[in-house]
């Protein structure tokens, strides 16, 4: 097992990720490719780059420190932040991520994205918020990036939580081998299983690759004793239709009680910052996020099957309401 991994947060307080106060720690390098990915810089499993232009003052220190010949000399700072400039800093194609460049930037412009962590580092972190996990039924959540893309470490992390008494969640694609997955939720008190598209042909298209495994464990998965809490991404163009909820709540009603709760979580703008930090283009650039509250007519199809299904996926959300909607329909739960 690698000692340290790249983390690239450790995010406290988080409230959309399980149950309660949650500790999130982001995970580097995942095998799909969504082009929606809210957290670009968790998809390549090397250390990455961030320029932010906001800062760069141009004083061309790091072009003296840059052994590649990879960044591009100082322009005018009125001229690189102004609307509009496409002056990039660093010339991706010759840098190797040596990072030397950063070491000299006293104003904080250059950043490297993905810290290497060991077990008890990350630990040492997540167990200063234990009194807030208590009193909220919170804990650490294992995401990313994707969790399962680092096996021993990732199921040791876990591991190492259960033994101090910390409450676990992982939150995966699904897209491993399933023993891998199933070892995993032993030791996690729920699983956050992300689905995306049920038609492999748009799956592979958004994200780089069909559908058939991921479909293959959640149903696999269903059948051991692990809490799962599906959570489906909702991205206009891709899953925002009527007749794509409507399936997919049918396929997740089918799947049997283990699935205890749905989150539809809406698309939103808000890491534009960092696709451009990392010199990347975005489809989404021009996308307005999705009201929440559009969604709340999609959420009542699962709530018509009797699942408990939440928009936004907040820990604390009171599910009495969905389940109050769920007798008031007079429609049985599977
Ligand atoms: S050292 Fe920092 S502030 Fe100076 S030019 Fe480079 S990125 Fe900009
Ligand atoms: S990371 Fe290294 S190669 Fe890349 S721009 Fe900075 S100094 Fe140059």
């Not at 790249?6 to 149950?19: C, E, H, M, Q, R």
């Not at 929606?36 to 906001?54: Q, V």
């Not at 509009?84 to 194609?93: D, L, M, W």
């Not at 089918?254 to 809406?266: A, N, Q, T």
Request: one cysteine or more; proline letters at 4%.
């Amino acid at each position: 097992m690698k000692e340290r991994v790249l983390i690239t947060d450790l995010a406290k307080f988080s409230v959309n990720d399980g149950p309660g106060f949650r500790t999130n720690v982001f995970l580097k390098g995942c095998p799909l490719k969504c082009e929606w990915c809210h957290n670009p810089e968790t998809i390549a499993d090397n250390p990455e780059l961030y320029w932010k232009k906001r800062l760069c003052v141009q004083c061309g220190a790091c072009l003296e420190a840059c052994p590649k010949d990879a960044i591009n000399p100082p322009i005018e700072p009125e001229l690189s932040s102004s609307e509009g400039s496409t002056y990039q800093k660093i010339n991706r194609a010759k840098c190797d991520n040596c990072m030397k460049c950063v070491d000299v930037c006293i104003y904080d412009a250059l950043e490297v994205v993905g810290k290497a962590m060991s077990i008890s580092e990350i630990m040492d972190e997540v167990e200063q918020d234990k009194p807030f996990y208590i009193t909220s039924g919170g804990g650490m959540t294992v995401s990313g990036g994707e969790p399962t893309a680092h096996p021993a470490f990732a199921l040791a992390l876990l591991k190492e939580a259960k033994k101090r008494g910390i409450h676990t969640c992982i939150d995966t694609n699904g897209c491993c081998d399933f023993n891998v997955l199933k070892e995993m939720a032993e030791y996690s008190d729920i699983v956050l299983f992300d689905l995306k598209h049920l038609d492999s042909a748009k799956h592979l298209a958004k994200t780089g690759i069909r559908n058939d495994l991921v479909l293959k464990n959640l149903e696999l998965l269903c059948g051991t004793d692990s809490d799962i809490w599906i959570r489906i991404p909702v991205v206009p163009g891709f899953n925002d239709s009527f007749e794509f909820h409507t399936q997919a709540s049918l396929y997740i009603a089918s799947l049997g009680g283990h699935v205890k709760r749905v989150d539809l979580i809406p698309f939103h703008n808000y890491c534009q910052n960092k696709y451009a930090w990392l010199d990347k283009d975005w489809s989404y650039r021009e996308t307005d996020a999705i009201d929440p509250s559009f969604l709340e007519i999609y959420a009542d199809l699962y709530r018509q099957h009797g699942l408990v299904t939440t928009v936004g996926g907040s820990g604390f959300e009171n599910i009495g309401t969905a389940k109050l909607s769920q007798e008031v329909s007079g429609i049985q739960g599977h």
